[in-house]
């Protein structure tokens, strides 16, 4: 029987090569790109004349099939590495690194532990990720807090796909929400969103640990928000569509900018309307209207 991995830790598959050899490094990124990490989810690192492209997973299962996939890259120059990072490798060393962060125009995530003070004159999100992303710091995050804010007061109930630490679900609240709902498909994600929920004095409709593909039917919501990889996106599209009530509001982030036209085409259905693009330095966020 497969071992379980521990909470918080995590596979690291890595394509490794020689930084002098372009077609090895644009190889590996290829790769990884053909098999659903888009963006900037394979990390990339370069030290000593060496390359190294990484992506990471819990699921052993995607590890061996990657691994399987790999055999065909054998003469590139490409070499394959895994190692599974525990919590203190990575986890504890990020959580010293963070700090209070503005979120859109009105809100500030703040870590926790920390203290509740009032920093400056923006409304506090209180985190503690514990693991799940979700920590405000990520342009995707910050950019579906932007098309939030400037919804405020239209909708009244939301529902948060890919909900990780629960920090959108927090800020529907403060702005007017009345009823939020989430889901995930990590576990980890799950326990993050109850207890930052908690911690904000926030109570969900539900938080299931649920595959978008796998959702069936839901009551509709005013706003329904989905900050995930854009092949995700795409592929959940007639999903997503079905959980808008008519008229009301369905924004997307984590769709690179070099990606969006292919976006936007692939994405497009009759029955929504593009209200606005909204930009940011690498990513951009589209909330789009129910016909
Ligand atoms: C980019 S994070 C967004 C977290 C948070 N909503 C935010 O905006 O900061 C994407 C989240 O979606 C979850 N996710 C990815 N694919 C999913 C799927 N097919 N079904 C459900 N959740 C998914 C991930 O586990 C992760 O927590």
New binding site residues.
């Given amino acids: 029987m497969r071992k379980r991995l521990p909470a918080y830790s995590y596979i690291e598959i890595a394509l490794t090569g020689r930084t002098s050899e372009r077609a090895a490094y644009t190889e590996a990124l290829r790769f990884f790109a053909d098999r659903g990490f888009d963006g900037s989810h394979p990390a990339t690192f370069h030290f000593k004349g060496r390359f190294k492209v990484a992506v990471y997973t819990r699921s052993p299962a995607k590890v061996s099939s990657l691994r399987r996939d790999f055999r065909c890259l054998r003469g590139s120059g490409l070499r394959c590495k895994t190692k599974v990072l525990h919590r203190e490798d990575w986890f504890d060393k990020w959580q010293k690194g963070y700090r209070p962060t503005p979120l859109g125009r009105r809100f500030i995530a703040v870590p926790v532990p920390a203290k509740r003070k009032k920093i400056d004159k923006r409304i506090p999100i209180y985190l503690d990720p514990k693991g ?5 710091m ?1 342009e ?2 910050q950019l ?1 807090v932007r098309v939030m804010e400037q919804l405020g007061g239209k909708f009244e109930s939301f529902l ?10 927090v800020v529907a609240v403060r702005l007017g929400a009345t009823r939020v709902a ?5 576990a980890a ?1 799950v326990t993050s969103a109850r207890y930052n929920l908690k911690l904000n004095a926030c109570k969900p409709a539900f938080i299931r640990r ?6 069936k039917a839901v009551p509709r919501f005013d706003l329904v ?5 854009s092949s ?1 996106l795409t ?2 599209r007639r999903k997503l569509e079905r959980l808008i009530g008519k008229g009301k509001y369905l924004a997307v ?2 769709i690179l900018l070099r990606n969006l036209k292919g976006f936007r085409r692939d994405f497009a259905s009759p029955s929504l309307r593009c209200l606005k693009t909204f930009r940011g330095r690498q990513w951009c966020a589209i909330l789009y209207r129910r016909k």
């Fill in positions: 799940a992303f979700g920590s405000g990520h995707t995050t579906m948060d796909v890919g909900i990780g630490t629960g920090v959108l679900s989430g889901l995930d498909h990590d994600s649920l595959d978008i593909g796998a959702l928000g989905a900050n995930l990889l995700t592929a959940a982030s984590g």
